[in-house]
């Protein structure tokens, strides 16, 4: 009889242990589905704002913008004014005016995300 009972003891201690090993192994898995979401979810935005970029950078108003405003060009019967100001003097840093860098988003964040040039909604 304390043979079965121990033997008894042991199954039960053996199936609790795989048990939560197994709900550890579940919730883990549950934990890391849910990264990848999240990362697809970014990717996946990341993705439309680089299908915007790309096409506003083949459109037609955007070539007219850079023949404007980098190469000066108008169109005929316009007239180009330019106007000239006074160039900023560049301060030498000192340990007071230091200031620490922050890590800079993708460059393309930077020119056509929230703050740049306005990003076209893409179509459907």
Do not use: C
């Not at 860098?101 to 893409?122: D, I, N």
Request: no cysteine.
């Amino acid at each position: 009889m304390p043979l079965l009972l121990g033997a008894a003891v042991l199954l039960v201690v053996y199936l609790t242990f795989s048990s939560a090993r197994y709900v550890i192994h579940n919730y883990q898995l549950h934990q890391q589905e849910q990264q990848v979401r999240n990362d697809l979810a970014r990717l996946q935005k990341d993705n439309q704002q680089l299908t915007a970029v790309r096409d506003y950078l083949k459109s037609d108003e955007y070539v007219e913008d850079v023949a404007r405003r980098t190469l000066g060009l108008v169109k005929p019967g316009e007239t180009l004014v330019i106007v000239s100001g006074t160039t900023p003097v560049a301060s030498t840093p000192t340990p007071g005016n230091l200031v620490q860098r922050t890590p800079e988003p993708a460059w393309w964040k930077s020119l056509f995300g929230p703050g740049g040039a306005p990003v076209p909604t893409p179509t459907p």
